[in-house]
């Protein structure tokens, strides 16, 4: 079982930016695949940006170029830095985490915290 703990949600207008925040157990860095994902109302839950044990990186289409996910080691902390926010960024935002990167992308698996609710108003 791997706890993970999301924060950093909020209200922000279009343009804006906020960083979300997860925590997790410190031997989880070193060899699960990590990952941001975010379902809308009435929408499937989706991959937005996800980061292997080896440091590589896969993000979304809709948010290449504004969001930038990261890990900071020390802090047993994964992070989602977003910018230039949209209204249809609206969603409940979920960190995950999974042995394998495919399958935590294709949502097959992983585990999964409580969600933090990002809004954005135009």
């Known amino acids: 079982q791997v706890k993970l703990v999301e924060s950093g949600g909020g209200s922000v207008q279009s343009g804006g930016s906020l960083r979300l925040s997860c925590v997790a157990p410190?031997?989880?860095?070193?060899?699960?695949?990590m990952g941001w994902f975010r379902q809308a109302p009435g929408k499937e839950r989706e991959g937005v940006a996800l980061i292997a044990s080896d440091g590589s990186t896969r993000y979304a289409d809709s948010v290449k170029g504004r969001f930038t996910i990261s890990l900071d080691n020390a802090k047993n902390t994964l992070y989602l830095q977003m910018n230039s926010l949209k209204p249809e960024d609206t969603a409940m935002y979920y960190c995950?985490?999974?042995?394998?990167?495919?399958?935590?992308?294709?949502?097959?698996?992983?585990?999964w915290g409580q969600g933090t609710q990002v809004t954005v108003s135009s």
């Open positions: 410190e031997y989880t860095y070193s060899s699960y695949c």
């Open positions: 995950g985490a999974d042995r394998a990167c495919s399958r935590l992308w294709d949502l097959r698996g992983g585990y």
